[in-house]
């Protein structure tokens, strides 16, 4: 006897995983981003110091970081899966590219950045002369500075305008919301300098945005299902 038809199956999956699943992936990824940026905020000097010490003397909490953020990354992919699943036969495609592409940018220079802080730690460790005999310390600061403080928060300002005004288009959220982060979203595009309040602008984003959406999610009640005859 089949109670449940094809159509009210795939509703029911659609309704009650898809939303909850981005959720939980935009959890996991604000904080272990978020505690990757802390980390490495307290454990590297200032890009406008030339001080090496923190490579052997804070090389511990770096190396935690660095290996907390491919799991981040993970979760991010995961998150802007779901979100465009959800969207479904609503996805416009100029915001949906603009919103994929600029997700995608965004851990991908933050990969960069990551590994080139890697890259700095490994070469300390086997041969700490290196970086007394030549710029190679300062220049791979300065790139990844670049990298991640100004290219990848970028891309993180354009991720949220595009899925902002997609919420906009939809109806997926409330409007109060896009226009928050619309607001963010400048924040990030117009900051100068290095400030780790703006950088943790992003994760802690992310964060309130899959909490809202988890809490709905358990608060709206399943949708019916029909039933068939016996």
Known sequence: MRLLSDTS????RN????????????????VLYGTTL?????????????DITWLETNAGMASLALNLMPYAGIAFLWFIGVIRDQLGDMEDRLFATVF???????????FVGAALVGGMMDSYMIDPGIFDQSGLYTYNRAVTYQAINIYAIRMAGVFMISLA???????????????????LALVLL????Y?????????GWVL???VVILVRNLHDPPPESDSAGA
Do not use: E, N
């Open 208 to 210: 309130a945005v899959s």
């Open 38 to 50: 802390i980390l490495l905020y307290l454990s590297v000097t200032p890009v406008r110091k030339a």
């Open 190 to 193: 117009l900051s100068i300098g």
């Open 195 to 203: 400030s780790l309040l703006v950088t943790l602008i992003f994760p």
């Open 165 to 183: 005004t997609i919420w906009i288009r939809t109806g997926l959220m409330r409007r109060p919301w896009a226009i928050l982060t619309y607001a």
């Open 15 to 30: 309704t009650l995983k898809t939303p909850r699943a981005a959720a939980i992936a935009g959890i996991i990824f604000a």
């Open 100 to 110: 994929l592409g600029s997700g995608l940018l965004f851990l991908a220079l933050t």
């Open 9 to 12: 199956v795939t509703s029911r």
